[in-house]
């Protein structure tokens, strides 16, 4: 992910000593130190505080979010005058509903105290659908007499493009307009530098007896005991609703829900022993599905709110890798929809070389225009073998041949771009290099400037060759050789079985590093290696490119004190020159990043390391608000009584660090898939001390589904099938 500021740092260069800028957009826009309530549906995402409202000004992020652009800033809703009492904001175990419960707070007129605070409750009630923001504002008198209150909403857009609002400075904008009221409803809207018109339309009933550009007002009467209620809905495409709100909100509600219980429906479910990992749990399922989104090639997970609600090549395939046991129909969408979008030719200011796998898609005006070079942006070096992975593993899990064959010509386009445009000089590794200074500098999922670097500190210069993409390429050349074994393509299944060996045994005696005991970071331009203790190596387990006899240490070197802080294995161990934990990729833990190292671990026989990482990150989310793990976490080691430190900027929901929770319990629980023999298999089975027992239902197969209960007794795990569906096997390999 992009991290970092639009002023032109110095990075280094691709092919000489000389050091250039890199366009390098930073968060600076604080997240609050409570971090604000969020929700997606679609295109559409927003934040409020947790009074429900959005506050402009100076480094405010807050509002409400369409395609890449603000279309509300402030939102500030008053009672007589003066902001409401918070008593609590809750989001809905799954994130369908905001509700945010308030009170008034003492109101005084000329002096005098006229309302004791606490009796007039007020709840806000706010739900996402359609690229619409649907509130119900709802008033209760608990006092003995009748009150007349003043409600305000204050509201304004500013149309700011997302990358403004994360701190990119533009010496131009396009033309903002007079907003135009017309009885119930106000429009705003805004005349981009691309000519496009952009419009927010607010609707509001019952009407206002004061309604302006920027406020509307009600006076609102309500008897003892009595309730009344004030819908507002907010539009971003400029076309309002068809209904009147209030019949709107109930029936667009409705839908919203029937939505997500379509798009959740042939998921696997996860009930345990352990109550809090249940919330967990809960929270990860919902996280996922309110970050996928419908596309016309089936669902896609955009990759965080706030700053990357969007398609992005490498969080998508690794969020499907992830899920994959879950709920295989994302894995597909995922596949299809980056297949329709793989490059087909060069296009050095989009890093896109035929065949390439996208790195990111945009559609704010700063995009449109060039003014951020993400509009369809290639410049990762690891999407592209990792659809190759995903595309092998989607087979194995399901047996869907049919899929496959309709993907192999982009499977080849992939291949062929490792091949040819990734490995640039032809030793036989994959490097990266941005073909403009406009583009990411470093290409690999630690992209900050300063995330590949050497013993002694010194930024490497590229291209570079980064330890977990050969990984990558391995498991690409293993996964595709598996499908053209499928497919019965013998001499291409012989070739690719060639290849992924040849790449094994050159990717060890150049990488592995006897004396750190483990792999080094990357390879620079001059072929010097980065002999730094990286979790990146890590990622050389997951794919199975590693040596056995390598196994041991470099795992040893992962858990060593320097690296593992006791909530996660560091991105970059203490050790070493760079290291801090409060960086972005220096020294911090993610999630994402311990669930693909446990899948590791646990591939070459180390499952209890794995439920050690396991219950690292497990634990940390019981310190966090909604059970919700976040983008990262800063590197601190973990202390009695204390959780893990955050990192102020970190995307929360994010979608791989969502679902690292059920990857790692996959790991732990030893769980693949046989689909020509329709058997779901457990090898080796480990829970880790906090979950005794695991309940898995409706685990589907072509053959049929299942529902299993794994519980421990003693050190061992036993498996039992509560109900099966259709001719599937349950065996367990110890």
Not at 238 to 260: I, N, V, W, Y
Not at 547 to 571: D, K, Q
């Amino acid at each position: 992910m992009t991290e970092g500021t639009n002023l032109l740092e110095p990075q280094p260069a691709e092919f000489g000593t000389a050091r250039t800028p890199q366009f390098f957009i930073a968060a600076t826009a604080p997240l609050q130190e409570r971090r604000p309530r969020t929700q997606k549906y679609g295109d559409t995402f927003s934040m409020f505080d947790h009074n429900g409202d959005a506050l402009s000004g100076p480094g405010s992020s807050e509002g409400l979010y369409h395609r890449d652009m603000r279309h509300l800033s402030h939102f500030y809703m008053t009672i007589c005058g003066e902001r409401p009492l918070l008593l609590s904001s809750m989001l809905r175990d799954d994130n369908a509903l905001l509700v945010f419960d308030l009170a008034n707070p003492n109101l005084y007129e000329n002096g005098q105290l006229v309302l004791q605070h606490d009796l007039i409750h007020i709840r806000r009630t706010r739900f996402l659908w359609d690229a619409t923001c649907f509130e119900r504002i709802s008033l209760r008198n608990f006092d003995e007499v009748s009150r007349r209150v003043t409600i305000e909403l204050a509201f304004a857009a500013d149309f700011a493009d997302l990358f403004e609002v994360r701190g990119a400075r533009r010496p131009r904008r396009g033309t903002m307009h007079v907003p135009k009221v017309e009885g119930n409803r106000v429009t705003l809207s805004y005349t981009g530098l691309d000519d496009v018109v952009r419009r927010t339309v607010l609707r509001f009933d019952p009407a206002p007896v004061k309604l302006d550009g920027s406020h509307a007002t009600w006076k609102v009467d309500v008897k003892p005991g009595q309730s009344c209620q004030i819908f507002i809905d907010v539009t971003c495409s400029g076309d309002a609703p068809e209904f009147e709100p209030h019949r709107q909100f109930f029936s667009s509600l409705a839908e919203a829900r029937r939505a997500m219980r379509s798009l959740s429906g042939g998921a696997a479910s996860v009930t345990t022993s352990n109550d809090v990992f249940n919330e967990i749990v809960r929270r990860s399922v919902a996280d996922l599905y309110m970050l996928v989104t419908r596309t016309q090639e089936g669902p896609f997970p955009y990759a965080g709110i706030p700053w990357f609600s969007t398609a992005f090549g490498r969080d998508a395939l690794i969020t499907a890798m992830q899920t994959l046991w879950l709920d295989p129909a994302i894995a597909c969408g995922v596949l299809k929809h980056l297949a329709a979008n793989q490059a087909k030719e060069e296009d050095p200011v989009a890093d896109a070389e035929p065949g390439k796998i996208l790195h990111e898609l945009r559609y704010g005006e700063m995009a449109e225009l060039g003014e951020v070079p993400f509009r369809r942006y290639y410049g990762s070096v690891d999407s592209t073998p990792l659809f190759v992975m995903l595309a092998g593993a989607y087979l194995e899990r399901t047996g869907d041949l049919e899929t496959i064959k309709g993907l192999w010509p982009n499977i080849e386009a992939a291949l062929s771009w490792i091949s040819e445009h990734g490995d640039r000089d032809g030793d036989g590794f994959v490097e990266y290099g941005r073909r403009t200074m406009v583009g990411l500098a470093n290409q690999g999922w630690k992209d900050s400037y300063d995330a590949i670097f050497h013993a002694d500190g010194r930024l490497a210069i590229g291209p570079i060759a980064l330890c977990e993409v050969q990984a990558y390429v391995y498991g690409a050349l293993k996964a595709a050789a598996f499908m053209a074994s499928v497919m019965e393509m013998r001499e291409r299944f012989l070739v690719l079985e060639m290849a992924a060996e040849e790449l094994r045994e050159n990717f060890d005696s150049t990488f592995f590093d006897k004396e750190l005991g483990t792999y080094v970071l990357a390879l620079d331009g001059e072929k010097k290696p980065c002999r730094v203790r990286a979790s990146n190596a890590g990622h050389t387990l997951f794919t199975g490119i590693a040596f056995p006899e390598r196994a041991p240490s470099v795992v040893a070197t992962l858990m060593n004190s320097n690296s593992f802080s006791g909530w996660g294995i560091r991105t970059v161990a203490t050790t070493e020159k760079r290291y801090n934990p409060m960086s972005y990729h220096n020294g911090s833990v993610w999630p994402h990043d311990n669930a693909l190292i446990a899948a590791g671990f646990a591939r070459y026989g180390f499952r209890g390391e794995a439920a050690r990482v396991f219950e690292g990150v497990a634990m940390s989310s019981t310190y966090i608000d909604l059970r919700r793990l976040p983008e990262l976490f800063c590197g601190f080691p973990r202390q009695r009584s204390r959780g893990p430190t955050f990192y102020p900027v970190a995307c929360s929901p994010q979608a791989w660090a969502a679902v690292a929770p059920l990857s790692l319990l996959q790991s732990c629980l030893g769980m693949t898939f046989d689909c020509t023999e329709g058997a779901l298999l457990f090898h080796q089975p480990m829970l880790p001390e906090f979950l005794d027992e695991v309940m898995l239902r409706n685990i589907t197969l072509p053959q049929g589904k299942v529902d299993v209960l794994l519980r421990r007794i003693d050190t061992e795990v036993v498996v039992q099938v509560l109900q099966r569906v259709g001719n599937i096997r349950v065996t367990m390999t110890h």
